[in-house]
T-cell receptor, first 113, second 114 residues
Framework: KQEVTQIPAALSVPEGENLVLNCSFT??????LQWFRQDPGKGLTSLLL?????REQTSGRLNASLDKSSGRSTLYIAASQPGDSATYLC????????????FGKGTKLSVIP | EPEVTQTPSHQVTQMGQEVILRCVPI?????FYWYRQILGQKVEFLVS????????KSEIFDDQFSVERPDGSNFTLKIRSTKLEDSAMYFC????????????FGPGTRLTVT
């Protein structure tokens, strides 16, 4: 059964700092990995989808990497801003051929002005 | 930019009542999903739907739950007889294709069962 772990559970950084969020998963037979952002009481905003054949995917100040063999992904946020404060979720398919996503519990990021 | 929409944003119901949560997926998407998030917990998969039938469902999705695409645009989740433990945020999602494609989520419906 796929399990996703995100470390740290919470992170507080001063504005302007670069930071890394970590995600690990147990079943490496995945097609892709998705990073989401969730604001309090709100829906999930897709940030990046990284396919299993890719090692990195970039969108603006965000860069996601994927090491499928070791079951790890990182989300790098450059030059953090207070507007980046949110919970960041990582999700992977539950197994080969599965449509369902298994989510981690998330990392709650606070960027202090 | 196209987005998934959900109504209502908040629904309060009494235990034992039936509720229908509604979603309008992105128009050219073919795969539809329901997830839920109990307060403070992980987002959990409920069901996926393709070509007018359920393609996958979780253990949570028991006989009390059903899904339907009643027309070309709406996708609904029905809970027949709500329980206190059904209180959660319910998210609809859609994707253009299957496993290789990005899933796009709606803003959610907060269901409170009293």
């Amino acid at each position: 059964k796929q399990e996703v772990t995100q470390i740290p559970a919470a992170l507080s950084v001063p504005e302007g700092e670069n930071l890394v969020l970590n995600c690990s998963f147990t079943d490496s037979a995945i097609y892709n990995l998705q990073w989401f952002r969730q604001d309090p009481g709100k829906g999930l905003t897709s940030l990046l989808l990284i396919q299993s054949s890719q090692r990195e995917q970039t969108s603006g100040r965000l860069n996601a990497s994927l090491d499928k063999s070791s079951g790890r992904s990182t989300l790098y946020i450059a030059a953090s801003q207070p507007g980046d404060s949110a919970t960041y979720l990582c999700a992977v398919p539950s197994g080969a051929g599965s449509y369902q996503l298994t989510f981690g519990k998330g990392t709650k990021l606070s960027v202090i002005p | 930019e196209p987005e998934v929409t959900q109504t209502p944003s908040h629904q309060v119901t009494q235990m034992g009542q039936e509720v229908i949560l509604r979603c309008v997926p992105i128009s050219n998407h073919l795969y539809f999903y329901w997830y839920r998030q109990i307060l403070g917990q992980k987002v959990e998969f409920l069901v996926s739907f393709y070509n007018n039938e359920i393609s996958e469902k979780s253990e949570i999705f028991d006989d009390q739950f059903s899904v339907e695409r009643p027309d070309g645009s709406n996708f609904t989740l029905k809970i027949r007889s709500t329980k206190l433990e059904d209180s959660a945020m319910y998210f609809c999602a859609s994707s253009e294709g299957g496993q290789y494609y990005e899933q796009y989520f709606g803003p959610g419906t907060r269901l409170t069962v009293t």
